[in-house]
């Protein structure tokens, strides 16, 4: 068994080979270790925070409860991030698309994680609050499979051959849906001010 | 000195996004040629929208309560392991739908196979012609108006986009 400080220093590679055992502090650490990015990808596919708590929950209780089936060709981040947006795209089929209300007020996050700083610029929530309602209008057009690309590519980070493994298409559609996903959203910044 | 950069490969080093940004062949490129300009700076508003509009993580108690409630799921979900299902490989989760649409293909067929054989009089078979085009996976449903087909794969691209669709696969083509 990790105690706390070993789980923390260590790779996920381990991480997951004792989390297949049963140890609960390998399948915290890998959950705290990846929960932010699980996140940010959910909400972005979601548009609704407490969705995206919800598809972020079933999906890593998907992935911990199917580890033995993580093979190790990818890094666990990725892998993780595919169920991830499984899940989303499920619930998203489930629910309809609903405005996003933000549950904090401006300069306060969620649990203490606070966002930029506004101090210095009054406007800068107004605008951030612009930006996010005319992105989230521009992902909720796009066809699930193209917003799924999207965002895994610049949210996640992960790289084309990442994404093209993940979703099981050829690279050079993950590079088409891009363009496509950039062009669009480009769109839906028109006449959005403050860029 | 280098090789200038031509609008084909300036386009697929803004498609690339910030994470794999341009070098210094990409802004001179820019700097002759308004139309990648022009491309380049819409791409970077979006790059700056994204990220100012980067939804924030939980951390502290807030995560602490989301890892307690994954934790007692799983416990449940240890005694009842049957209510997960996996999400699988998309192949494998639309040949449910695929099967399900042979069966109806093959069931037509026989129907009207032993239709076919029958002497009594008959009114016209209702005709449609659904393209389906390379790769594409399509479920051809009965609906009020006649056949129609539902695309499961990726939707139709615009025609203006097919243009860019094209070279970006030739680039990878010629790059592999």
């Known amino acids: 068994m990790l105690d706390d400080a070993t789980a923390v220093s260590a790779p996920d590679e381990q991480l997951v080979a004792l989390a297949r055992l049963g140890d609960r502090a390998a399948r915290e650490e890998l959950c705290r270790r990846h929960w932010g990015v699980a996140q940010r990808v959910a909400r972005r596919l979601l548009g609704d925070e407490q969705d995206a708590l919800d598809a972020v929950q079933d999906g890593f209780l998907k992935a911990i409860v199917h580890l033995d089936s993580f093979d190790g060709r990818s890094g666990f981040s990725t892998w993780l991030v595919r169920i991830v947006t499984n899940a989303a795209l499920d619930l998203g089929r489930k629910r309809k698309r609903r405005p996003s209300v933000p549950l904090v007020g401006p300069g306060e996050g969620r649990g203490g994680a606070p966002e930029p700083s506004v101090d210095d610029d009054p406007t800068l929530g107004l605008r951030r609050a612009d930006l996010r309602r005319a992105l989230d209008a521009g992902l909720a057009r796009l066809k699930p499979a193209i917003r799924a690309t999207f965002v895994m590519h610049a949210e996640a980070g992960m790289s084309y051959q990442e994404v093209a493994d993940a979703l099981g298409i050829p690279i050079g559609t993950v590079m088409s849906r891009l363009h496509f996903a950039r062009g669009k959203l480009q769109e839906h910044l028109n006449g959005v001010e403050g860029l | 000195m280098g090789v200038a950069m031509n609008c084909r490969v300036a386009a697929e080093s803004l498609l690339a996004g910030p994470h794999e940004g341009p070098g210094s062949a990409l802004a001179d490129h820019l700097a002759g040629c308004p139309a990648c300009a022009s491309l380049a700076e819409r791409s970077a508003r979006l790059d700056r929208a994204w990220a100012l509009t980067r939804p924030h993580e939980l951390t502290g108690p807030a995560l602490d309560a989301a890892w307690a409630r994954l934790d007692a799921a799983l416990d449940s979900a240890a005694r009842r392991p049957e209510v997960l299902a996996f999400p699988g490989p998309r192949l494998a ?84």
């Not at chain 2, 196979?113 to 085009?133: H, K, Q, Y």
Request: no cysteine.
């Open chain 2, 93 to 176: 989760r639309t040949m449910p739908i695929l099967a399900r649409a042979a069966a109806v293909l093959v069931a037509g067929a026989i129907g009207l196979g032993a239709w076919n054989r029958s002497p009594i009089d008959r009114p016209a078979l209702a005709e449609s012609v659904i393209e389906i085009g390379v790769g594409e996976t399509v479920l051809i449903r009965q609906a009020a108006e006649g056949p129609a087909a539902e695309r499961l794969a990726m939707a139709d691209i615009p025609d203006s986009v097919g243009l860019a669709v094209d070279v970006l696969n030739v680039i990878e083509t010629l790059a592999n």
